[in-house]
């Protein structure tokens, strides 16, 4: 299976709870589907910005979404007890479950 294993840290000064961090991941989410949408000329506005700017943005929202989720997880893990790796392993089983993610032969 391939994988991309990004790591992004805990945050400093912020004091985030699961609710303000559920509302700060979609605020991202909103910002990256207006990067795709409106930076690609999907709202009908004219686009200012060359193909690779446009991309940059996009990727910085990107990791602006992944940033608030991971600290979400930290929130998950720190306030409530979650254990992730737990998580992780039933998510991944899910998605083999739904042929999503296959294992590569040895």
């Known amino acids: 299976m391939k994988e991309k294993i990004i790591a992004l840290p805990k945050l400093n000064n912020l004091t ?4 303000s961090t559920a509302l700060k991941l979609m605020e ?12 690609r000329g ?3 506005e004219k686009v200012y910005l060359d193909e690779k700017a446009v991309l940059k ?4 929202e990107l ?5 608030t989720a ?8 720190e306030d ?13 089983a899910k998605l083999r479950a ?7 032969l040895s």
């Open 57 to 60: 943005a996009i990727a910085r």
């Open 80 to 92: 409530y007890g979650v254990d992730l790796q737990e998580a992780m392993q039933e998510h991944l």
């Open 98 to 104: 739904k042929n999503y993610l296959k294992q590569e």
């Open 16 to 19: 985030p709870t699961m609710e």
């Open 28 to 39: 991202e989410a909103g910002e990256l589907a207006q990067a795709i949408g409106k930076l």
């Open 70 to 77: 991971v600290s979400l997880m930290f929130v998950l893990e």
């Open 42 to 44: 999907l709202s009908g």
């Open 63 to 67: 990791l602006d979404v992944a940033q």
